[in-house]
């Protein structure tokens, strides 16, 4: 089960995505499945079978984006939270070998097509709450068992 949290700059993306698919992207594909529907036998009219597609992908992400901002709560940072890891902090970790990253903990939703966004729900984020720098962080995975030191954590200004 996912936790059902995001950042505010999260749920303005998801928000927005949404505004542009129901009022932009989907009133466009429905007047080309119209305009090729009229144009007769839609067995073989590929403009009206891609488009028809397109728009249940549409309808299917619009109601994912409805059910799921209404039931996401927003996290904003508070000043208590300096120096320690907390939902929405950017942690730099290194380890033994002199690897370093910088990860940004958020909510599920937030992850996908960001490079170093990572779920709280994730072993690495779990590891990491709480935290302070120069904390030593055990993530215990399918993989293996890894040990990280916290070096810096940020939080973005709202």
Same mark, same amino acid.
């Given at each position: 089960m996912r936790t059902p949290l995001i950042t505010r700059q999260g749920y303005v993306k998801l928000q927005q995505e949404l505004d542009s698919l129901w009022r932009v992207e989907r009133p466009a594909v429905t007047k080309i499945v119209s305009w090729a529907a009229s144009l007769g036998d839609r067995s073989e009219n590929a403009d009206y079978q891609y488009n028809k597609k397109r728009l249940r992908?549409?309808?299917?992400?619009? #109601?994912? $984006?409805? %059910?799921?901002?209404?039931?996401?709560?927003? =996290?904003?940072?508070?000043?208590e939270q300096q120096g320690k890891v907390f939902f929405g902090a950017w942690v730099t970790i290194e380890n033994d070998a002199d690897e370093s990253k910088r990860l940004r903990i958020v909510g599920y939703d937030e992850i996908f097509g960001q490079k170093n966004y990572i779920s709280?729900?994730?072993?690495?984020? #779990?590891? $990491?709450? %709480?935290?302070?720098?120069?904390?030593?962080? =055990?993530?215990k995975t399918e993989a293996g068992t890894f040990t990280w030191y916290i070096t810096a954590i940020e939080y973005e200004a709202q």
């Open positions: 992908e549409i309808d299917r992400r619009v #109601r994912y $984006l409805q %059910k799921c901002l209404e039931n996401l709560t927003i =996290v904003d940072y508070h000043p709280v729900d994730a072993p690495m984020a #779990r590891a $990491l709450l %709480k935290k302070a720098v120069d904390d030593e962080v =055990v993530v």
